[in-house]
């Protein structure tokens, strides 16, 4: 699939979830609250990784579908809040793994994994120090 195509399944996604959030929704999804989800969440990713475990391609695929629902499910209640937008979500991940990736996007050496490993734990330990990581 084209990465258009998949911007555009994307965005078909969260445009069903926000239809069932909706007045005119579905009932259940519309007093889902961060908190009640969170139930969701981990029964969702034991069941992804129960898939991953047992080498079930297409359980996997299903799986990763209900967990990404939970996920935007989740993210659409704090936006609905004004906290933050899947946006923001989007954004912050990206430069996260853009920042924590010098040997792929910063033309640093890559070394072991072990170096590669000990690289990320540096960069994830100066990301908690210092605010200005966003």
């Given at each position: 699939m084209s990465p258009h195509h998949t911007s555009d399944e994307f965005l078909n996604l969260v445009k069903v979830i926000s239809k069932l959030r909706a007045e005119d929704g579905c009932p259940w999804d519309r007093k889902q609250t961060p908190s009640s989800l969170t139930r969701y969440l981990l029964e969702e990713a034991r069941e992804l990784a129960e898939a991953i475990r047992h080498g079930q391609s297409d359980h996997v695929c299903e799986e990763t579908g209900d967990l990404l629902y939970i996920l935007i499910l989740t993210t659409l209640l704090?936006?609905?809040?004004?906290?933050?937008?899947?946006?923001?979500?989007l954004k912050g991940i990206t430069k996260k793994m853009i920042r924590r990736h010098p040997h792929v996007f910063a033309g640093k050496e890559a070394g072991s994994e072990y170096?590669?490993?000990?690289?990320?734990?540096?960069?994830?330990?100066?990301?908690?120090?210092?605010?200005?990581?966003?």
């Open positions: 704090y936006e609905e809040k004004g906290e933050f937008t899947l946006e923001d979500v170096e590669l490993r000990r690289q990320w734990e540096a960069i994830k330990s100066k990301e908690k120090i210092s605010p200005e990581k966003k």
